[in-house]
């Protein structure tokens, strides 16, 4: 390649020869074949492209297939050199030839000297405008993250809370519970009971059955009244606090007369005191045990969730990061009156993935799905297989997008929510982790009534 090749170019018009000769002996010629891949889309912009002659086509990966965007057939055409300015910068297309012809190639780091020492302003407004963006960028999708981080934290506490003072207040309860038991063992052993007379009372104990399922508020509340009236006219103080655990327990008169005939006189009051505080000590227990499961489940959910103690590329069940996600957003779909309807294919495989980032793709699109329904409706989650994919959907009940929004979607710093209730980030973050990171795909139908998240993720992790 000469200078001549170059002085052509209108993109070098007002270049000296001397600084397109500069520009020759830094870069590099190479051919353009049909067919031959030159650069590819997300890969470091590590050089600079220009097309002295011949064809090449511009290629995005779009679902399964790679569609052409662009060809650069004028001579003058260029792609590429964005690390020049930018050192995150990377191919926004894959270039492969058309027609025969060839490219001049230079390093990235040559084209920033050259630029540097030809026009110093251009080079400092370039690098300007990609820091500037960057800036930005950075800020808002920190932003962003922390409201996201502030939204979960707030209702993870909210969630973590009830089962938490339900297990403070249980155990307060079994403290003064435990008193009343040894107090009234004490009284039988000051009244001189009989062992044959406490292994009576234990048999009566274990003869109570709880009724099955929920009991009807009504029918509790007569057998307490009966028990409180049978307990004052037997002399027994504080019946109608004794009352309540006997009668949740399954005990009736009945069972009261039968105690009375074992146990009489002074005996009879710390009798039913000892048997009622052994129910209501296995019910505040039973509370506590399930107060705590909760706080044991939430606290697995936020493991599975954040997978902070698992290796960041893994084998995981794309439902495993929904359910999490779902507990995660507990509060804001309860809230938010929500109804969740699960339809899980049961063939869906394990796939190759980043799974705290689409627990992150998981999130968004829950929460702009519980949005969109403002303040209640039907929240779908679909799984199944798609040839050698997995297809996650997220549906809900809004009033859906127009076709002008749809197609914005994903664009980043594109928000129709008002201002603080949103970064823009949302949907572009998704995109980026389920296109750049795991070369899957995802779309948007909408229809007024129905909005559908469609993501397609590779069962098998894609090499390159």
Request: hydrophobic share 45%; glycine share 10%.
């Amino acid at each position: 390649m000469r200078v001549d090749d170059l002085r052509r170019l209108p993109l070098l018009a007002g270049l000296t020869d001397d600084q397109l000769g500069e520009l020759l002996a830094g870069g590099e010629d190479v051919p353009v074949e049909p067919g031959v891949v030159l650069f590819r889309e997300g890969e470091h912009a590590d050089y600079w492209w220009v097309l002295v002659d011949g064809s090449i086509d511009l290629l995005r990966h779009v679902g399964r297939e790679d569609t052409v965007v662009a060809r650069m057939d004028v001579p003058g055409r260029w792609a590429g050199g964005f690390r020049a300015w930018d050192e995150q910068g990377v191919y926004l297309a894959t270039g492969r030839g058309v027609t025969p012809g060839r490219v001049l190639r230079v390093p990235a780091g040559v084209l920033r000297s050259l630029s540097d020492a030809w026009f110093p302003l251009g080079g400092h407004l370039i690098e300007g405008v990609y820091r500037t963006a960057r800036s930005i960028e950075s800020t808002a999708r920190q932003r962003g993250a922390l409201v996201t981080l502030g939204t979960l934290a707030a209702g993870l506490a909210h969630e973590i809370n009830n089962p938490a003072s339900a297990a403070s207040r249980a155990a307060d309860a079994l403290g003064t519970t435990c008193q009343a038991l040894l107090s009234s063992l004490g009284r039988l052993a000051h009244d001189e009971i009989t062992a044959a007379q406490f292994a009576g009372l234990d048999a009566l104990r274990q003869q109570v059955e709880p009724p099955a399922g929920v009991p009807d508020p009504l029918e509790l509340a007569e057998r307490e009244q009966d028990l409180s009236t049978w307990m004052s006219a037997h002399g027994v103080p504080e019946g109608w606090l004794l009352a309540p655990p006997l009668a949740a327990a399954g005990a009736d008169v009945a069972w009261c007369e039968r105690v009375a005939e074992v146990l009489a006189g002074s005996a009879l009051e710390p009798a039913l005191r000892w048997v009622a505080s052994t129910f209501a000590a296995a019910t505040l227990l039973t509370e506590v045990k399930e107060s705590t499961r909760r706080i044991s489940e939430l606290v697995s959910a936020v493991r599975s969730y954040s997978q902070m103690d698992r290796a960041s590329r893994q084998r995981i069940d794309v439902r495993d990061g929904l359910e999490s996600t779902l507990v995660m957003l507990g509060h804001k779909l309860r809230d938010a009156a929500v109804t969740v309807v699960r339809e899980y294919g049961d063939d869906v495989p394990k796939i190759e993935a980043y799974a705290g980032e689409l627990n992150q793709v998981w999130t968004n699109l829950v929460d702009n799905a519980v949005d969109a329904m403002d303040g209640e409706g039907t929240l779908r989650l679909v799984t199944r297989v798609e040839d050698d994919h997995v297809v996650v959907e997220v549906v809900d009940s809004g009033s859906g997008m127009s076709p002008a929004v749809a197609a914005r979607a994903f664009e980043a710093f594109y928000t129709t929510k008002d201002v603080d209730s949103g970064t823009g980030l949302g949907l572009d973050i998704a995109r980026r982790i389920v296109v750049e990171r795991h070369h899957g795909d995802i779309s948007i139908d909408s229809r007024p009534g129905e909005t559908t998240v469609h993501v397609r993720l590779p069962v098998a992790p894609r090499e390159g």
